[in-house]
């Protein structure tokens, strides 16, 4: 047998027929006629799928959702109704429903939403083992990735990580560099010894050459003890050098003459320190104008660039934000103790929307600042920062002139097409779903698809 289903209805009549053309798609199925008898069918064995009315004896169907959700979390869950409206065609899907199918409706038409469940649910487990395996790949730090440039990305760092040679991450700020060169020190030979980061721009330039290569006691004033020196504590592991475009010109020719020799003399000692270091850099700027520029020497800019990795923008990665976002919400739910189930339709609207100036940094800042405000047991665009929840005009069009991506046009004029005719109907979703010229129920899926608000 294939899926199972469990049909709630207290239609006898409708369950058989329902019954009939569902056995007929090789789904296992067991109905029930009210909601207490779908609840005990659960607890002897849990359904794939729940067909569930709307109006029944006892607790009706909008009432039973939240139940189901919390039984059988990983179940799609459909509501059925002939007295329904859009208004409440919307509430299901807040209370967790995945879809809402108005009686009377063709046998065909639920296969098709059945059908669409399924490979909903094929794409979330291909992305949950794709994240199980990179969880493991690098350790205690996930990376949270189902984008094709972000699995390129991957790709290349799993092929890096096990050769010594320099690796240079460039990005915007807050796409996760550091996280990254993580990523790539779990995966090399030098996994069991130290991972030290330092960020060039977050040391004063007068102690950064002591900070890095070390200094005897009483190389200058101050001194008055020894110091190793970040290249000798990352001996046999790897330095990440974070903000490397900081680096000031005159210690640039000391990291090139250290990464050529392989040997480092700290401040005031006559001596030098052999050292066996992977480096990876990283920098937020544009590199090759620095050298350019003369802010950056041409020599240890090809020296660090042996493997170039691309970090790509959030915004150049929509396909993650759901996933991003679900994370950041599984971790500060732990550690905040909020009791909340996911983020409604509407805030994930917002949050794939935005165009994410601050990369995954601002994401996880919004989804910790959602958390503490939530009042209910789903994030919503209400918990949201202004700038995030207030959906740009053209939020999914490329103001950048190399994207000539048809569909995403496509979607940002359907988008505001459908803004204008709610504002031209005074929001009257029936009139406007007449002006626009389709169905009231495909102007519903619309609504929901982009996030639109009430």
Same mark, same amino acid.
Request: glycine share 6%; proline share 4%; with cysteine.
């Given at each position: 047998? !294939?899926? =199972?289903?469990?049909i709630?209805?207290?239609?006898?009549?409708l369950?058989?027929?329902l019954a %009939?053309?569902?056995?007929?798609?090789?789904?296992?199925v067991?109905?029930? /006629? $009210?909601?207490?008898?779908?609840l005990?069918?659960?607890?002897?064995?849990?359904?794939?799928?729940?067909? /569930?009315d709307l109006?029944?004896?006892?607790? $009706? *169907?909008m009432?039973?959702?939240? &139940?189901?959700?919390r039984?059988?979390?990983?179940?799609t869950?459909?509501?059925?109704?002939?007295f #329904?409206?859009? $208004?409440?065609?919307?509430?299901?899907?807040?209370r967790?429903a995945?879809?809402?199918?108005?009686?009377?409706?063709?046998?065909?038409?639920?296969?098709?939403?059945?059908?669409?469940?399924?490979e909903?649910?094929?794409l979330?487990r291909?992305?949950? @083992?794709? =994240?199980r395996?990179?969880?493991?790949?690098v #350790?205690?730090?996930?990376?949270?990735?189902?984008s094709?440039?972000?699995?390129?990305?991957?790709?290349?760092?799993?092929r890096?990580?096990?050769?010594?040679?320099?690796?240079?991450?460039?990005?915007?700020? !807050?796409t !996760?560099?550091?996280?990254?060169?993580?990523?790539?020190?779990?995966?090399?030979?030098?996994?069991?010894?130290?991972?030290?980061?330092?960020? /060039?721009?977050?040391?004063?330039?007068?102690?950064?050459?002591?900070?890095?290569?070390?200094?005897?006691? *009483?190389?200058f004033?101050?001194a008055?003890?020894? +110091?190793r *020196?970040?290249?000798?504590?990352?001996d046999?592991?790897?330095l990440?050098?974070?903000?490397?475009?900081?680096l000031p010109?005159?210690l640039q020719?000391?990291?090139?003459?250290?990464l &050529?020799?392989?040997?480092?003399?700290p401040?005031?000692d006559?001596?030098?320190?052999?050292?066996d270091? +992977?480096?990876i850099?990283?920098?937020?700027?544009d590199v090759?104008?620095?050298?350019?520029?003369?802010?950056?020497?041409?020599?240890l800019?090809y020296?660090?660039?042996?493997?170039?990795?691309?970090?790509?923008?959030?915004?150049?990665?929509?396909?993650?934000?759901? %996933?991003?976002?679900?994370?950041f919400?599984?971790?500060f739910?732990?550690?905040?103790?909020?009791?909340?189930?996911?983020?409604a $339709?509407?805030?994930?609207?917002?949050?794939?929307?935005?165009?994410w100036?601050?990369n995954?940094?601002?994401?996880e800042?919004? @989804?910790?600042?959602?958390?503490? %405000?939530?009042?209910?047991?789903?994030?919503t665009?209400?918990?949201?920062?202004?700038t995030?929840? &207030?959906?740009a005009p053209a939020e999914?069009?490329?103001d950048?002139?190399?994207d000539?991506?048809?569909?995403?046009? =496509?979607r940002?004029?359907?988008?505001?097409?459908?803004? +204008?005719?709610?504002?031209a /109907?005074? !929001?009257?979703?029936?009139?406007?779903a007449r002006?626009?010229?389709?169905?009231?129920?495909?102007?519903?899926y619309?609504?929901?698809?982009? #996030?639109?608000a009430?």
């Amino acid at each position: 047998m !294939g899926e =199972r289903i469990l049909i709630v209805d207290d239609d006898e009549a409708l369950r058989d027929s329902l019954a %009939l053309t569902l056995s007929a798609e090789h789904y296992e199925v067991v109905t029930a /006629c $009210d909601a207490e008898g779908a609840l005990r069918a659960l607890e002897q064995q849990p359904a794939d799928v729940v067909l /569930c009315d709307l109006r029944m004896p006892g607790m $009706d *169907g909008m009432q039973l959702l939240p &139940q189901l959700a919390r039984k059988v979390p990983s179940a799609t869950l459909i509501l059925m109704s002939a007295f #329904g409206t859009a $208004d409440l065609a919307i509430e299901a899907m807040k209370r967790g429903a995945y879809d809402y199918l108005a009686k009377p409706f063709a046998p065909s038409e639920l296969v098709l939403t059945l059908r669409k469940a399924r490979e909903r649910e094929r794409l979330q487990r291909a992305n949950q @083992i794709l =994240r199980r395996d990179v969880l493991r790949a690098v #350790g205690d730090r996930p990376i949270v990735a189902a984008s094709p440039a972000m699995i390129a990305v991957l790709e290349l760092i799993e092929r890096a990580a096990e050769f010594k040679s320099t690796v240079l991450l460039t990005g915007e700020s !807050g796409t !996760g560099k550091e996280v990254l060169a993580r990523a790539i020190h779990a995966q090399s030979p030098r996994r069991e010894e130290a991972f030290v980061a330092v960020n /060039c721009a977050a040391i004063p330039e007068a102690l950064l050459e002591s900070e890095l290569f070390g200094h005897v006691k *009483g190389a200058f004033t101050g001194a008055d003890r020894t +110091r190793r *020196g970040l290249f000798v504590e990352a001996d046999g592991g790897t330095l990440f050098l974070d903000e490397i475009a900081e680096l000031p010109v005159a210690l640039q020719a000391k990291l090139l003459r250290v990464l &050529q020799e392989e040997e480092v003399r700290p401040v005031g000692d006559a001596k030098s320190r052999k050292v066996d270091v +992977r480096v990876i850099a990283a920098t937020a700027r544009d590199v090759e104008r620095d050298v350019a520029d003369g802010r950056f020497r041409e020599d240890l800019f090809y020296r660090l660039n042996v493997v170039r990795v691309k970090v790509p923008a959030l915004r150049e990665r929509r396909d993650d934000i759901p %996933l991003l976002a679900d994370h950041f919400l599984a971790r500060f739910r732990e550690q905040l103790g909020r009791p909340l189930r996911g983020i409604a $339709d509407d805030a994930m609207g917002r949050l794939r929307a935005y165009r994410w100036p601050g990369n995954v940094r601002e994401l996880e800042n919004v @989804i910790e600042r959602a958390v503490i %405000l939530a009042e209910g047991d789903r994030l919503t665009a209400r918990e949201l920062p202004d700038t995030v929840a &207030q959906p740009a005009p053209a939020e999914d069009a490329a103001d950048d002139a190399t994207d000539l991506s048809l569909r995403r046009a =496509r979607r940002t004029m359907e988008r505001e097409w459908i803004l +204008r005719a709610l504002r031209a /109907c005074n !929001g009257n979703r029936t009139h406007a779903a007449r002006r626009l010229q389709i169905s009231h129920r495909a102007l519903l899926y619309k609504i929901k698809e982009y #996030g639109i608000a009430e």
